[in-house]
Structure formats: C-alpha cells, structure tokens
C-alpha cells in the first residue's frame, strides 16, 4: 500500500501547527510557521513532514539552515484549529 503524504494543506485542514526550530547550539531560536504564507509561497501539495520543509526554510534570528521542525496537532488539548472561522 503506498504511503500518504502529508501536505500543508492537510496541517491546515486539520488545524496542526508546525514549529520550526534552529538546530545551532548559539541559537535555539523557535517559531511557529505561518502555515497559510507557506501555502501560498510553496503551493498546498507541499510535504509538511521535515524532510520536505526544512530544506527550504531558515533561522530568522541567525540565519542557519540547520532547522528542524515539530507539529502539533489541532486538538482542544493543544489550542484547536487556529485556521477555523473567528
């Protein structure tokens, strides 16, 4: 069975945040990405997972590309869908 993607706009569907984070130990800057800008820069059928993001991203504060990411999903637990209607 082939394995499903998961997509920018599967995080946003399901209302996930994606965090990215800079890997260098001077740093340690932390974000959330703003998943609809992504969207619009990268297209919808973009993967989310970090082998498809973290290539194309890096630090805002020193500018490293060794970023990794964390997602976390849309539950009530977490803060719910923040792309839903409001």
């Known amino acids: 069975m ?3 993607a998961y997509t920018i706009a599967d995080a ?3 209302g996930d945040r994606i965090w990215a984070y800079c890997i ?4 340690r800057h932390m974000a959330v ?3 609809l ?3 619009d820069r990268l297209g919808p059928d973009q993967g989310a997972l970090r ?3 973290a290539p194309k991203l890096r630090c805002a504060k020193c500018g490293s590309r060794r970023v990794g990411i964390i997602i976390t999903p849309g539950t009530k637990e977490y803060g719910g869908n923040p ?3 409001g």
């Open 12 to 14: 946003i569907a399901r």
């Open 33 to 35: 990405l703003d998943l």
């Open 37 to 39: 800008t992504l969207r």
């Open 2 to 4: 082939e394995e499903q």
């Open 51 to 53: 082998a498809d993001l």
């Open 83 to 85: 792309y839903e209607g």
């Open 24 to 27: 260098e130990s001077s740093c």
